[in-house]
């Protein structure tokens, strides 16, 4: 008896097509019609689709589509700098520059690439970003879409000429809710948090659950 098995090859699952701005953006697909766009501006994926054709993500009506501005929706990369947290601007630099497809990159575990389809994209500080941060880095990231549809980054932060540095590192994901009312955040609510709309004054969490009856922005407060 034969046997016959689905060979998904990754390269052919990919697509660099322009954007509104006219900057490449690359499409992941998987074989059952999800599929995820991501923009070499700021390597920020702007669109996440399941198998129906449902959008994940959300895209503020308001967003500014234009570089050097950031775009509000999808998942903006925060680095070097979260927030305002420091001397750079807004949530840094690495979501207003353009980054690079790499086409070499160091490996990642087999599980990270097998049957998925996936893009590596490549940032590194120009002579400008040196002024503002002088730290030599290149800055890989990993999107991947799975042939179940769960999409994945894989960012790796390398360290150029050894002398140390530390940064702050985000994935802003603007998630799409039909109803914000229906929505709970279960796990986090013992954690003590910032609010950002009461000048960051700090306090403890005290329902069962965080849920949103009205605007919410906090900085949950961990320790690793
Ligand atoms: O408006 P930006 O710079 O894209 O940032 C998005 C949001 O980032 C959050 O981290 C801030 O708490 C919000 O105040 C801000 O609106």
């Known amino acids: 008896m034969g046997h016959s098995a689905a060979v998904w090859d990754h390269r052919t699952a990919i697509e660099v097509t322009k954007d509104w701005n006219g900057i490449d953006q690359v499409v992941l697909r998987n074989p059952q019609g999800a599929s995820a766009r991501v923009s ?16 994940l993500l959300f895209t503020s009506s308001k967003a500014i589509f234009k570089p050097p501005k950031a775009m509000r929706g999808g998942i903006p990369i925060c680095f070097p ?21 790499d086409n ?45 549809g769960v999409l994945t980054l894989i960012s790796r932060i390398r360290n150029i ?29 013992t954690l003590d948090y910032l609010d950002n709309l009461c000048q960051r004054e700090r306090f403890t969490e005290q329902g069962d659950a965080i849920t949103f009856e009205s605007e919410v922005s906090i900085l949950l407060i961990t320790t690793v």
């Open 81 to 101: 700098q979260f927030g305002n947290c420091g001397s750079l601007e807004q949530h840094g630099f690495a979501r207003n520059k353009l980054w690079t497809i």
């Open 161 to 189: 000429n050894g002398r140390p540095f530390s940064f702050s590192f985000a994935y802003h994901t603007y998630l799409s809710v039909s109803d914000i009312s229906e929505v709970r955040i279960e796990g986090l609510e």
């Open 40 to 55: 070499l501006h700021g390597g920020q994926v702007t669109s996440w689709r399941n198998e129906q054709g449902e959008e």
């Open 104 to 148: 070499n990159p160091p490996p990642l575990p087999p599980n990270d690439s097998h049957g998925k389809s996936f893009v590596d994209l490549l940032l590194k500080p120009s002579e400008e970003d040196l002024k503002g941060w002088p730290h030599s880095f290149e800055f890989r990231l990993r999107i991947s879409l799975a042939a179940d």
